[in-house]
């Protein structure tokens, strides 16, 4: 792989829970003060050492067999902060649904000693679960926090009683992050060190520990959800501080800046969420970017650090986690994979689905490992496998924290649990085969089927007969059950579906001696479902047993539907009737300072008469052309159950993704819309120009600026509808306030969206919720809906089969009832 130099300038520094995790290392050797140097303790965020990393305590031995045993166990209330414990005290944040809290436990018993009330409580939002995320620090006899608003405090660790108190954003001017502020603090001597993402030259800065007095800041980095570590570099002490454009040392005393790096990054799966791992004496591993990750070489010349580029990897990406090194070779999570990596090469040596999406630690050579989940395991780090020696079901809810070590025992919690977990030697353990997430009766035909294959001499024999009896793949059984196949060369496979949720994979179980792999999943009888499946963890294709394809924004999918669902009609190419044309027009805008080009739909008499038309409003028009199928919707409808009208397809501008439907760009496209677009078209066609006339439809993330656009300027379209509208927190809020602050409009409105719309399957948001609660807000402000819910996913290929609904809605032909 190719190398390049890089130099590294002195004396200048440019300038989660995403639920998400921010984790640090050092480089060289971490430079130790005395709450540091104590196996028996984990006082802060990463542990002892920056690292995760604890050895030689003896309690996990190679070769050995052992059992976890949950010593305690108390509720807790929602929050990414993970454990700190220091001298029989286990210390942690959370919400309890009304306040953010830090709490102590007795370590050894898990009897609450007290409690300290940070702030009325920070409210999940696009994704993120309600509560603190940063992780306190205990250092001698005190316990320093950080909660989600800005709070820095110093408490008694005994009593919990407030030492000081100071404010990131209203005292020192810090950026707030996207969800809250997540850093963890450092202490070195007697400066208390945080990055606070200033605005005015203070994006990290030192105060006095005691007093909580600002000592000193500087730089102007942004700060999203790193935390500062204290380390040695070629025998100079300093504080390493990474953001999201910059890594530098600091000394800690003074502030001063000793060395700035650009790593060149971005994103949430990077450097947001990045924090470097030692690797050897002077290398770094940096997961910069979601698409992958770097090994740098630094070394000190002159006095001046030079960073040298040893290698690039995409096998370390998408994902929150930082890898944990040892003894050569790195451990974390690729996407949702388990994945150990050669930091000679930076190639992948083994990746492993289970035990699942998670978070790292790293005790005496084995990995502990917390899942989002709520399971807990031990496995042996090693370069040959994934080799599992003890497993936990210990949570019933979602864990987004690592574990801590300490006294011996592992310290873990969820959203609404912490625990101690001691583990246990014992003589011998039977471990049990993970199955696949199939949830199915005994009374199935499949079933019985792959039983009969389980336990047959001749498998292949059984399993061609078995393909051979069924003319159509995937496999319907009854009118609820569907059974996915891949038959084939293949190490893993899984599957990806509407069903199965975002950015999640099931994976699909495997006879045994076999390269048979199934997944069988309920659906309800009029359910239409879009796939794909994953081979060997990488490799997306759709069924090779199935014809049925569709496109989508995002490639082909393949797609199966149940016995009720009803093809639809509308969109099959018409014959034997007169069509309407697709007009072309140029359409530039003065506000946007852009041209895109418009097609317009218009009915097959519109040229042969005089006749004034009312006007469809279509967003996202090109994918609405060619994936929804939408000029044959409307032939198809017209003059049967739509009475004639226009149609304009509105296009976005290239390269600007989502933006101008619901991002930086939506006020400026809005206004576009409504002030110059919807005039251009009434005065080059015969358009029937009053609101009650005009409808305004969207679908996806295109369905929020519909109705954006209807409640931002009131007055302009009498019909609007969305189909899977994207309502995150953001946007369901921000919609819901428009819709309050303006006068009930004359309104007829559209909404449906999918039950398996997209949603997170361990993250806390929900495109399904957040359509059912807007349905519901405006059925409570008194406005009429039609649509509901539907059981399909997000897609244009769920989208354009009810798009004869939204039409024939707004549109009904005269006269038909």
């Known amino acids: 792989m190719e190398k390049f130099l890089l130099n590294v300038r002195l004396n200048k520094f440019s300038g989660i829970c995403l639920s998400v995790l921010i984790w640090s290392f050092g480089l ?16 802060r965020w990463r542990g002892n050492n920056f690292d995760g990393i604890v050895s030689g305590t003896g309690v996990i031995k190679s070769g050995e067999n052992y059992r976890l045993k949950i010593v305690w166990k108390k509720p807790l209330g929602s929050g990414c902060s993970s ?17 953010d809290d830090v709490i102590a436990f007795d370590a050894q018993s898990g009897v609450e000693i007290w409690r300290f009330k940070i702030d009325s409580t920070y409210k999940g939002h696009d994704g993120s679960y309600g509560g603190p995320i940063s992780t306190p620090l205990i250092s001698g006899n005190k316990v320093y926090g ?54 005015n030259e203070n994006a990290i800065a030192g105060f006095d520990k005691d007093t909580g007095e600002r000592l000193w800041a500087t730089g102007t980095d942004i700060i999203s959800y790193q935390s500062p570590i204290r380390l040695n570099i070629h025998g100079q002490n300093q504080v390493l501080c990474v953001g999201d454009r910059y890594l530098c040392g600091l000394e800690p005393k003074s502030g001063r800046m000793l060395w700035e790096y650009s790593h060149k990054g971005g994103g949430n799966y990077g450097s947001k969420s990045m924090n470097p791992v030692i690797v050897g004496d002077n290398r770094l591993f940096l997961k910069h970017s979601g698409r992958g990750a770097i090994l740098v070489e630094i070394n000190k010349k002159d006095d001046e650090f030079i960073a040298e580029e040893v290698w690039t990897t995409r096998n370390i990406r998408m994902t929150y986690d930082i890898p944990i090194y040892f003894d050569g070779y790195l451990y974390g999570y690729s996407n949702r994979f388990l994945t150990c990596l050669d930091v000679k090469t930076g190639e992948s040596v083994w990746k492993s689905r289970q035990p699942g999406d998670g978070f790292l630690i790293l005790v005496d050579g084995h990995l502990v490992i917390v899942t989002k989940k709520g399971t807990l395991h031990i496995a042996k780090a090693g370069p040959q496998a994934y080799y599992e020696i003890a497993d936990l079901k210990l949570f019933d809810k979602v864990a987004w ?13 969820s959203h609404s649990e912490i625990a101690c977990i001691d583990i246990v030697k014992i003589a011998q353990v039977a471990r049990a085969e993970t199955e696949a997430e199939v949830v199915v009766s005994s009374n199935s035909e499949f079933v019985k089927f792959v039983k009969k294959l389980n336990s047959a001499q001749n498998k292949n024999v059984l399993i061609d007969e078995f393909m051979n009896s069924h003319e159509q793949f995937p496999v319907i059984e009854g009118d609820s059950l569907v059974h996915l196949i891949y038959l084939g060369d293949a190490n893993d496979m899984a599957l990806v579906s509407d069903v199965t949720a975002s950015r999640h994979e099931a994976p699909m179980k495997r006879v045994a001696e076999t390269n048979f792999f199934y997944y069988s999943v309920s659906l309800e009888p009029d359910a239409r479902m879009n796939y794909r499946f994953v081979r060997n963890f990488e490799e997306n294709i759709t069924d090779p ?18 016995p009720n669902w009803e093809e639809p009609k509308h969109l099959v190419e018409p014959e034997g009737m007169k069509r309407g044309r697709i007009d072309t027009l140029q359409f530039e805008s003065k506000l946007s300072k852009n041209t895109r080009r418009l097609d317009v739909y218009l009915p097959a008499d519109y040229d042969e008469s005089e006749t004034r038309y009312p006007v469809a409003y279509v967003h996202w028009g090109v994918f609405a052309q060619k994936l929804g199928k939408m000029q044959n919707t409307v032939d198809n409808l017209i003059g049967r159950s739509v009475s004639p009208v226009i149609v304009v397809f509105i296009p976005r501008i290239p390269r600007s993704g989502m933006r101008e439907f619901m991002f930086d760009l939506r006020e400026e496209y809005a206004q576009m819309f409504v002030e110059e677009l919807v005039p251009f078209v009434d005065k080059n066609y015969r358009t029937m120009a009053s609101p009650r006339s005009r409808a305004n439809i969207g679908m996806g993330y295109a369905g929020f600026m519909s109705f954006y656009s209807t409640f931002q300027y009131p007055g302009n379209f009498g019909k609007v509808s969305g189909q899977s509208t994207f309502l995150d927190t953001a946007q369901e809020e921000e919609l819901k306030s428009l819709v309050s602050d303006s006068e009930n409009l004359p309104l007829q409105i559209y909404l449906d969206w999918g039950k398996y719309d997209m949603r997170g399957h361990y993250e806390a ?23 509901g819910e539907v059981n399909d996913g997000f897609s244009w290929a769920s989208w354009r089969n009810r798009t004869n609904k939204v039409l024939e809605t707004f549109f009904p032909l005269e006269g038909l009832d």
């Open 545 to 562: 047993l199935n014809s049925r394809k569709v496109a989508s924004i995002s490639g082909e999918s393949s797609w199966v539907s149940m």
């Open 28 to 43: 060289g050797k971490p430079a130790l003060s005395d709450d540091s140097d104590n196996r028996n303790n984990w006082p």
């Open 83 to 99: 454990v700190s414990v220091a001298d029989d005290r286990a210390v942690t944040m959370f919400s309890d649904g009304t306040f």
């Open 146 to 199: 950080i909660g989600p608003k800005g709070q820095l405090f110093a408490l008694d660790v005994k009593t919990g009683k407030e030492i000081w108190s100071s404010h990131l954003e209203n005292d020192h001017d810090a950026r707030v992050p996207f969800y809250g502020f997540a850093t963890s603090p450092v202490v070195d001597s007697d400066v208390l060190i945080v990055e606070t993402g200033g605005k």
């Open 401 to 413: 924290t690592p574990a801590s070590f300490a006294n011996g025992k592992i310290y873990a919690r």
């Open 765 to 787: 948001w929900s495109l399904v919720d957040g359509n059912r609660s807007f349905a519901t807000f405006l059925k409570e402000r008194g406005y009429m809906l039609t649509g």
